[in-house]
């Protein structure tokens, strides 16, 4: 599956038990010797009344992260296409918390990725001041960034063209920056307008991937914050583009983020465990 390119391999957790190692994702993310993809995810029953799923998410490298919005709009379909549930909404418990889903009626999903997280020891950031905007060196580089969490980790820098930006080169040494104790995602910002932006993300643990969910989440709400920005913001990734809404303010830092994008259902299979030895 993907979601504005972001790619995805799938798996049902809920009729059969999986349980995968570090390599065995590794083996199954790798694009030449498996099936290929930025990250792997299980769908599980949940672990309380609240939620109707639990969702599982695991980077190529192979190691399980927090959250993902992209894999979340991907999980919707998933769950309605293979029979799972016939409801449109649905909530989902996932390491970071819950998160609600709503399959709309052209295609596209729309979730809600709960509140941004500026609290520096939450993130978590090393950060002298928790400050909105922190200068950080990289490689011997001042690097204006934003730190926040959408559940996972965020660095956000505005850059004056997003094509030309160093995220090939200074994406992996944001990702694995001391000041990050649990890596990195890094996110470069092109400002269009005032509701639209081009973004590109170095992933932790994927490198850059044609979109990134919460990355374009984290890009909106920092913009917002630093008066770039106002809601609605059409994010526009290498992948596709994505709607981000947040109605936070100064006063009110835990309005929650609406993510609406498509996911897309590209092909299903049978895997062999047993060839992952």
Known sequence: MHGAGNDFVVFDGVRQRVVLTPEQIRRIADRHRGIG??????VEAPGSGEADFKYRIFN????????????????????RE???????????????????LKLESDGGVTVNMGAPVFDPVRIPFLAAS??????????????????????????????????????????PLLER??????????????????QHVRLRVWERGAGETLACGTGACAAVVAGVRRGLLASPVRVSTRGGDLTI???????????????TGPAVTVFEGELDFARLQ
């Open 130 to 171: 928790g400050a909105l905007l922190e200068v950080i060196d990289v490689a011997g580089v001042s690097v204006s960034i934003t730190a926040l969490s959408m559940g996972n980790p965020h660095a956000v820098q505005v850059v004056p063209d997003v094509d030309a930006a160093p995220v090939a080169t200074q994406g």
């Open 37 to 42: 993809c930025d990250q792997l995810l299980i």
């Open 60 to 79: 190529a490298d192979g190691g399980e992260v927090e959250q993902c919005g992209n894999g979340a709009r991907c999980f919707v379909r998933f769950v």
């Open 82 to 100: 293979q029979g799972l549930t016939e409801k449109n909404e649905i909530r989902v418990e996932t390491l970071s918390g819950l998160i609600a």
């Open 177 to 194: 920056h001391a000041l990050f104790p649990r890596r990195v995602n890094a996110g470069y910002m092109q400002v269009i307008d005032r």
């Open 245 to 259: 809404r947040w109605d936070g303010s100064e006063n009110d830092l835990n309005c929650a983020v609406w993510m």
